[in-house]
């Protein structure tokens, strides 16, 4: 796999040229919209196949995999133009295998919603070890408030095939889409509430065939730290009580022990990361739609929380949050007045592409972002700057590197609602995926 950054006079053609591939193979590994439109900064994703095969009469995509001895979910990841779907056609060209993945063996997870477009899931699905579906919510008499806009338990089946391991998302997201700490000091300081609110997880995670339990409360504050670390322990007991399930927790981005805020003074790492099986840090958010424009996920940052996550916790049970979104601030910013538009990755690159404005790189955030103006005001005096943050190819193979130098056990993403082709791509270029009971 080779990251390239589009300069001033190339075209699709050009570039191809350069690798020796066919435009058509960029285009479709890309799922580029608008090629014809490449601009200064934009990265592109070139693959160079070691392998190919051209399907003839008869083929199964499981003859296939036998005959060259990969898998079945290997052949899915290599030719995303299959959908995640088993079904091929006589002189369809297909992807055997790519140059052996460069960073090691790691664990994936996704977020999604159950309402996402199963055409996108099925595609995804090849990629992931987890699938974790947002959010089962908390009342006071201890029931579960279910997720919201689908039916769980089919996509829990889905991933099955795949070989994904399903969790159950629990955080104190209230009905009306806010966390709530007070809910979260109910069920904390009732004991008969909490063992009602423990057993019907575990009885949820067992019915459904969920493979375990991700943990994410938020907005705690420094009074229920404790109470939290007792609550997860007591999760996690009861879940192993019933089988071999997984606990995750979902951690605030910590750089230091005792960082002052609401969000992070409820999660104590070195304890928590103790009763969990896997830690996800939320390493996101950092440019956000109602705070300053800047990268949302900037490296620099990211490598402080991994580096005092790992004082706490070994880092083999670290998972490094990335984010798939684009957030769209325009100028200038005014706190508690500016509020960023949230944009797909592939909005984003697709917005610079049509206004035909530089992509610019921060070295230091490892991040892409660009500038504009909007082509709507009356006229140019009266037109507002813009400026979009977002992840292409470089960004994602930074955080990659970066979990990969640090012997963390893999990355999480928020979330996968929309695909993104150089995510996935650069994660099947750089990862030994893991495929939970499959090939752990």
């Given at each position: 796999m080779i990251i390239h950054t589009v300069s001033s006079g190339e075209t699709l053609n050009s570039i191809a040229r350069t690798y020796g591939v066919p435009p058509s193979r960029i285009i479709m590994d890309n799922e580029l919209t608008?090629?014809?439109?490449?601009?200064?900064?934009?990265?592109?994703?070139?693959?160079?196949?070691?392998?190919?095969?051209?399907?003839?009469?008869?083929?199964?995509?499981?003859?296939?995999?036998?005959?060259?001895?990969?898998?079945?979910?290997?052949?899915?990841?290599?030719?995303?133009?299959?959908?995640?779907?088993?079904?091929?056609?006589p002189g369809q060209t297909l992807v055997i295998s790519y140059p052996p993945p460069l960073l090691g063996r790691h664990y994936v997870n996704a977020y999604i919603y159950p309402?996402?477009?199963?055409?996108?899931?099925?595609?995804t699905l090849p990629y992931l070890s987890y699938l974790t579906i947002f959010t089962y919510g908390l009342r006071r008499d201890g029931t579960l408030i279910p997720p919201e806009g689908g039916d769980d338990k089919e996509i829990i089946d889905l991933a099955k095939q795949y070989g994904v391991a399903p969790i159950m998302l629990v955080s104190t997201l209230t009905e009306e889409g806010v966390f709530s700490n007070e809910i979260a000091n109910f069920i904390f300081t009732n004991p008969e509430i909490q063992n009602t609110v423990v057993q019907?997880?575990?009885?949820?995670?067992?019915?459904?065939?969920?493979?375990?339990?991700?943990?994410?409360?938020?907005?705690?504050?420094?009074?229920?730290?404790?109470?939290?670390?007792?609550?997860?322990?007591?999760?996690?007991?009861?879940?192993?009580?019933?089988?071999?399930?997984?606990?995750?927790?979902?951690?605030?981005?910590?750089?230091?022990?005792?960082?002052?805020?609401?969000?992070?003074?409820?999660?104590?790492?070195?304890?928590?990361?103790?009763?969990?099986?896997?830690?996800?840090?939320?390493?996101?958010e950092w440019g956000y739609a109602y705070g300053p424009p800047m990268a949302i996920a900037p490296l620099d940052a990211v490598s402080r929380v991994v580096d005092y996550a790992q004082t706490e916790i070994p880092s083999e049970k670290l998972m490094l949050g990335m984010p798939n979104y684009a957030y769209d601030w325009k100028l200038p910013y005014i706190s508690g007045t500016t509020v960023a538009e949230a944009l797909t990755n592939v909005e984003a690159v697709e917005q610079a592409q049509n206004l035909q404005v530089p992509i610019n790189f921060d070295e230091s955030a490892q991040s892409p972002f660009y500038r504009y103006y909007e082509l709507s005001a009356p006229t140019v005096q009266e037109a507002s700057p813009h400026i979009v943050w977002f992840e292409d190819a470089r960004s994602i193979l930074a955080k990659l590197e970066?979990?990969?130098?640090?012997?963390?056990?893999?990355?999480?993403?928020?979330?996968?609602?929309?695909?993104?082709?150089?995510?996935?791509?650069?994660?099947?270029?750089?990862?030994?995926?893991?495929?939970?009971?499959?090939?752990e």
């Amino acid at each position: 796999m080779i990251i390239h950054t589009v300069s001033s006079g190339e075209t699709l053609n050009s570039i191809a040229r350069t690798y020796g591939v066919p435009p058509s193979r960029i285009i479709m590994d890309n799922e580029l919209t608008l090629p014809e439109k490449l601009t200064v900064g934009q990265s592109l994703v070139i693959t160079q196949p070691t392998t190919t095969y051209t399907v003839k009469n008869g083929d199964s995509l499981y003859s296939i995999a036998n005959n060259f001895g990969v898998s079945v979910d290997q052949l899915l990841r290599n030719n995303p133009i299959l959908g995640g779907n088993y079904d091929i056609y006589p002189g369809q060209t297909l992807v055997i295998s790519y140059p052996p993945p460069l960073l090691g063996r790691h664990y994936v997870n996704a977020y999604i919603y159950p309402f996402i477009d199963r055409d996108v899931l099925r595609k995804t699905l090849p990629y992931l070890s987890y699938l974790t579906i947002f959010t089962y919510g908390l009342r006071r008499d201890g029931t579960l408030i279910p997720p919201e806009g689908g039916d769980d338990k089919e996509i829990i089946d889905l991933a099955k095939q795949y070989g994904v391991a399903p969790i159950m998302l629990v955080s104190t997201l209230t009905e009306e889409g806010v966390f709530s700490n007070e809910i979260a000091n109910f069920i904390f300081t009732n004991p008969e509430i909490q063992n009602t609110v423990v057993q019907n997880i575990v009885d949820t995670v067992v019915a459904k065939g969920y493979a375990g339990v991700d943990l994410d409360f938020e907005y705690l504050g420094a009074a229920n730290a404790e109470n939290f670390v007792e609550f997860s322990r007591n999760v996690r007991d009861a879940l192993k009580s019933r089988g071999n399930y997984e606990l995750f927790i979902s951690l605030a981005p910590k750089n230091q022990p005792n960082m002052p805020g609401l969000l992070y003074e409820g999660h104590n790492y070195g304890e928590l990361g103790s009763v969990a099986d896997k830690s996800l840090l939320m390493t996101y958010e950092w440019g956000y739609a109602y705070g300053p424009p800047m990268a949302i996920a900037p490296l620099d940052a990211v490598s402080r929380v991994v580096d005092y996550a790992q004082t706490e916790i070994p880092s083999e049970k670290l998972m490094l949050g990335m984010p798939n979104y684009a957030y769209d601030w325009k100028l200038p910013y005014i706190s508690g007045t500016t509020v960023a538009e949230a944009l797909t990755n592939v909005e984003a690159v697709e917005q610079a592409q049509n206004l035909q404005v530089p992509i610019n790189f921060d070295e230091s955030a490892q991040s892409p972002f660009y500038r504009y103006y909007e082509l709507s005001a009356p006229t140019v005096q009266e037109a507002s700057p813009h400026i979009v943050w977002f992840e292409d190819a470089r960004s994602i193979l930074a955080k990659l590197e970066l979990a990969s130098e640090e012997d963390l056990a893999g990355v999480s993403i928020w979330n996968i609602m929309n695909y993104y082709a150089p995510l996935w791509l650069v994660i099947n270029s750089m990862f030994d995926i893991i495929k939970p009971g499959v090939n752990e």
